[in-house]
Structure formats: structure tokens, C-alpha cells
């Protein structure tokens, strides 16, 4: 099970500029790669939209050894419903937290050399002011769930994550690997709300294993989204992935990790690229012009 290891989360942007902005010049990530896609995924990873789309990886690092970010622009959509199933990516990073300070984005303290910032679009980013570890900065993604006994068998027993601490009936810490990013599962007592702009986190395991855990989730009666399937992306790897749901019905893609480390080398031109798409994506001076506005999901 150890083979299996945390990559990204996906984010729904509506404003690639401003989210460029919070992602580089804030947090101090860098752009890993940029593509763009004629219609929608058949795994939906864009969401449940069939038109022109874009995917931006944002990291510290190669996704090799890195939780990174996957920034998903669905052109002509310009906001999306925040719920209550993401709760916040924490970091450590100081350089981070000056960042912010320097360029004014706003920061809220909320503990000891803790600091809330939010991306555009509202995502929660819990920063830690401390300085950035030489490995991966990134510590954990929080999910919001409704029992937690559940969603914690389902996450163990099921996808054979590791538990490394409990607080009581509030939170579960877990984990593939004490090197990666965790995942914390926490309780708020009532329904999970995705919201139109709800994710999706993304786990690598060997290729031989995805038909497997198909199989595991159909015997445990489980919410299978997308059934095994092949996935192209232009002049680059096709990946095999599985979409599967927790009882929150929270989003989780696992990717086949062998192709999966050839599709996501960086790539040097990812910076070009994605000011490329920007600097040709007129939608925004089309909306103003005829006096409209973007489609809010």
C-alpha cells in the first residue's frame, strides 16, 4: 500500500490572472506545466463542463516528491459556489507570509505563527510562519466530513491509508507516508455542501493496482464516479485513472503512477504557455463589451 502516494488537489479557477498572482507571487509556487484542451475530460477533471478548458500545475517542486496544485479553468465561466467540503491547504513557508505582507494580500492571524490567506475564488490557505523545510512544504489538505468513523474506515480499510494522530471525535490525521502531504479528515456534524466549486485530490498508486481497487469498491458497495478509463493529453502521456467518491462524496482520482511520472515532468515553458492562453483569452473583453457577465456555475 506504501506504493500509493498524494499528488495534487483540484482547484476550480475563475480568474487565471489573480489565482497566477496568489500561487506565485504569494505562496512562491512555481508553474510546472500548462495545457489546454479543446473539450471537456472524460473523467471530468475540468468538472461536469464539455467545453474549451485549461489545466495549470502549480507546486514547489516536480510532483515526483511534491503535493502540488491543479488549476482547472473552464473558459467563459467566471465564478464558482463555494461549499463547505474544503477546508484549507496548510504550508510552511515565512517567505510566504512576507510575500503576502509585502503585496498586501490580505492575512488574518489565527494562531501562534499561523496565518489564514485566501486564494482567489476563496479557497483557505492556513500558512505557517516558519521557515520553508528544504523538502516539500506543503503539510496537509483538510476535508470536511459528516461521521468520521465512516470516512475514516473508508480512507484506512478501504484505500489503506495510515492513521498518525486523533482528536477524539473532531479530527483524523492520515497519511501513505510520513514524507508526503497528509490528509486530515474533520467533523463538522451536519452535511457535506460541494458547492459548484467542490475539487477533487488526486493519488498515485502501480498501474496494476487501479483494476484492483475498482474491484474493492464495487464488492464494498462503494461510489464508483468514473470507472477505469484512459486519459490523452496533447503530444504527452495517456494516464489511466479511476474517480472514485467517499461517503461525503468527496472526489478522489488515482492515477496509474508509472505513466503518471511521465506525464507530469515539468516543463520549462509552462510560465509561456500559460501567459500565452491568458494574453489569447479575450472572453473577459468579450463580456465587458457587450456589457455581460461570465457565467457563474
Same mark, same amino acid.
Given at each position: 500500500?506504501?506504493?500509493?502516494?498524494?499528488?495534487?488537489?483540484?482547484?476550480?479557477?475563475?480568474?487565471?490572472?489573480?489565482?497566477?498572482?496568489?500561487?506565485?507571487?504569494?505562496?512562491?509556487?512555481?508553474?510546472?506545466?500548462?495545457?489546454?484542451?479543446?473539450?471537456?475530460?472524460?473523467?471530468?477533471?475540468?468538472?461536469?463542463?464539455?467545453? %474549451?478548458?485549461?489545466?495549470?500545475?502549480?507546486?514547489?517542486?516536480?510532483?515526483?516528491?511534491?503535493?502540488?496544485?491543479?488549476?482547472?479553468?473552464?473558459?467563459?465561466?467566471?465564478?464558482?459556489?463555494?461549499?463547505?467540503?474544503?477546508?484549507?491547504?496548510?504550508?510552511?513557508?515565512?517567505?510566504?507570509?512576507?510575500?503576502?505582507?509585502?503585496?498586501?494580500?490580505?492575512?488574518?492571524?489565527?494562531? %501562534?505563527?499561523?496565518?489564514?490567506?485566501?486564494?482567489?475564488?476563496?479557497?483557505?490557505?492556513?500558512?505557517?510562519?516558519?521557515?520553508?523545510?528544504?523538502?516539500?512544504?506543503?503539510?496537509?489538505?483538510?476535508?470536511?466530513?459528516? =461521521?468520521?468513523?465512516?470516512?475514516?474506515?473508508?480512507?484506512?480499510?478501504?484505500?489503506?491509508?495510515?492513521?498518525?494522530?486523533?482528536?477524539?471525535?473532531?479530527?483524523?490525521?492520515?497519511?501513505?507516508?510520513?514524507?508526503?502531504? %497528509?490528509?486530515?479528515?474533520?467533523?463538522?456534524?451536519?452535511?457535506? =455542501?460541494?458547492?459548484?466549486?467542490?475539487?477533487?485530490?488526486?493519488?498515485?498508486?502501480?498501474?496494476?493496482?487501479?483494476?484492483?481497487?475498482?474491484?474493492?469498491?464495487?464488492?464494498?458497495?462503494?461510489?464508483?464516479?468514473?470507472?477505469?478509463?484512459?486519459? =490523452?493529453?496533447?503530444?504527452?502521456?495517456?494516464?489511466?485513472?479511476?474517480?472514485?467518491?467517499?461517503? =461525503?462524496?468527496?472526489?478522489?482520482?488515482?492515477?496509474?503512477?508509472?505513466?503518471?511520472?511521465?506525464?507530469?515532468?515539468?516543463?520549462?515553458?509552462?510560465?509561456?504557455?500559460?501567459?500565452?492562453?491568458?494574453?489569447?483569452?479575450?472572453?473577459?473583453?468579450?463580456?465587458?463589451?457587450?456589457?455581460?457577465?461570465?457565467?457563474?456555475?
Amino acid at each position: 500500500m506504501n506504493l500509493r502516494r498524494a499528488l495534487h488537489f483540484v482547484f476550480k479557477v475563475g480568474d487565471r490572472s489573480k489565482t497566477a498572482t496568489f500561487y506565485r507571487d504569494v505562496l512562491g509556487m512555481k508553474i510546472l506545466r500548462h495545457e489546454e484542451f479543446e473539450e471537456g475530460c472524460k473523467a471530468t477533471c475540468n468538472g461536469p463542463y464539455d467545453g %474549451k478548458w485549461s489545466k495549470t500545475m502549480v507546486g514547489f517542486g516536480p510532483e515526483d516528491d511534491h503535493f502540488v496544485a491543479e488549476l482547472t479553468y473552464n473558459y467563459g465561466v467566471g465564478e464558482y459556489r463555494l461549499g463547505n467540503d474544503f477546508l484549507g491547504l496548510t504550508l510552511q513557508s515565512s517567505q510566504a507570509v512576507s510575500n503576502a505582507k509585502r503585496l498586501g494580500w490580505p492575512l488574518t492571524e489565527v494562531g %501562534k505563527a499561523l496565518y489564514l490567506a485566501e486564494a482567489p475564488g476563496g479557497y483557505r490557505f492556513y500558512l505557517v510562519d516558519k521557515e520553508q523545510p528544504p523538502n516539500d512544504p506543503v503539510q496537509k489538505v483538510c476535508l470536511a466530513v459528516s =461521521d468520521l468513523q465512516k470516512s475514516t474506515h473508508y480512507w484506512s480499510s478501504l484505500l489503506g491509508m495510515k492513521v498518525i494522530e486523533r482528536h477524539e471525535e473532531k479530527t483524523v490525521l492520515m497519511g501513505f507516508a510520513d514524507t508526503q502531504c %497528509k490528509l486530515e479528515l474533520h467533523n463538522i456534524g451536519g452535511t457535506v =455542501d460541494h458547492g459548484t466549486a467542490f475539487g477533487r485530490i488526486a493519488f498515485s498508486c502501480p498501474r496494476e493496482q487501479l483494476a484492483d481497487l475498482e474491484a474493492l469498491m464495487t464488492k464494498e458497495n462503494q461510489k464508483i464516479l468514473t470507472p477505469l478509463v484512459s486519459l =490523452d493529453t496533447p503530444g504527452k502521456a495517456t494516464v489511466e485513472v479511476v474517480i472514485l467518491a467517499d461517503p =461525503d462524496a468527496h472526489e478522489i482520482c488515482f492515477v496509474g503512477d508509472e505513466a503518471f511520472r511521465q506525464l507530469s515532468q515539468m516543463d520549462p515553458s509552462g510560465n509561456a504557455l500559460l501567459a500565452k492562453a491568458m494574453a489569447e483569452d479575450k472572453s473577459d473583453d468579450w463580456f465587458a463589451k457587450h456589457n455581460k457577465q461570465k457565467a457563474s456555475a
